[in-house]
């Protein structure tokens, strides 16, 4: 029997705790046949049966083309290493895990094509994902409905998550604090009172610069300009010298990370902004940012929505990143635990309310599962220990503020800091 790790054991407590919170099971459920296409056997409402001998299927939607395609593939890598760690100590009553990956293209309407996908497939029991926040918006209706769970590692606006979506979770911390927490370092730290505010117009882009914004302006700091510009966007010049002419002293962008890094090395070439601070957020805490702004990152700031990391498990984790992978889990991007999380999150509940009918086969009771990933309370993960409020907040840690000096990311400020 395969030795258990320190993960798989964390796993056995977590799901201890949650069946403790969960509504219990029911004691027996019959073997069923096929699936209707909602992922309940048919006339039964709500049921998920794993034949014996098959896999538990999870979904995952992770960005991987788009705005920020080494991101969602960090994300992938991530969720990938959970499977094979629950896998490794032979799953669960014998039954295996598989990741089921798809596109999510950091996109609504892709979102919406991967969450039809997943509703359609009986097989699917829970989705760990999206990466974005407009790609979750966009699966977020269709699993309501479906009754898929799902835990998000990295979408971080607001109101992915609310009292109206009891499927709705994620690892990720909100944009909400982070907004918060940037003007504070702006207007506090750098001692910047007038500051303009760029976006992407995406969901989350736009509404972590919106939060900055409302922050900042209640600090006391006069916003000069509200930009928005568009994914994929190159040529942010024109812009630029509308901001210019306002006169701020720092410009905080909320976006991704190919755009960020144009606008840094822009601002550089636009007058009235030679010396502006640039601030942005953890959609350009990639090396697609620093390659993009060139020399102009230097000096630059970026924010980022850490968690409260357990050394020791961070570190077997990142040796088998690089075992498989062949490249540190910190070049790629920074959600790698929190969507390692995100399956054991998942897992965890699994392992909460499934039962073993007479047949061999494994039966899970959806809304038994959408109940026990909202009980999780208190297991200890790469991230730190985590614990779901009623509206699907799980996340650990908080926000580090980071400069790029020398060509690196180097925290200079906030959570995790002595």
Known sequence: MPKRSAFFSLLLIAALMLAACAAPPAAEAPAWGSLDGRGAPAGISGKVVVE??????????????????????????GAELAVDDLNATGGLEGFMFEL?????????????NVGNKF?????IVAVTGGTCSGETFGLLPILQEARIPFVSPSATNPDITSPNCDVCNRVALSDALQGAVDAGYVFSDLGRT??????????YGKGVAEVFRNNISGLGAEVTGFEGVQVGDTDFRAMLSRVGAGGPQAVFFGGYAT????????????????????????????????QAAGAAAEGTYISLLAGDDSEAMNVEFDAKYIEKYGVSPDELGAFHSQSYDSVMLIAAAIAAVATIDDSGNLVLDREELIAAIRAADAFDGLTGTIKCDSIGECGAGGVQIFQVTDGAFVQVSGFGME
């Open 119 to 123: 509703a359609a497939d009986a097989t």
């Open 194 to 203: 007038k500051v303009a505010v760029v976006h992407d117009n995406s969901d």
């Open 52 to 77: 014996a001998g098959g896999v538990i299927r999870i979904g995952g939607s992770f960005a991987l083309t788009g705005p920020i395609p080494t991101l969602g593939l960090d994300i992938r890598h």
């Open 100 to 112: 089921v990956a798809e596109d999510g293209a950091c996109d609504g309407t892709q979102g919406t």
């Open 259 to 290: 755009e960020a890094g144009l606008i840094a090395q822009q601002i550089t070439e636009t007058p009235g902004l030679e010396d502006t601070v640039f601030m942005s957020v953890d959609g350009a805490f990639t090396q697609q940012y620093i």
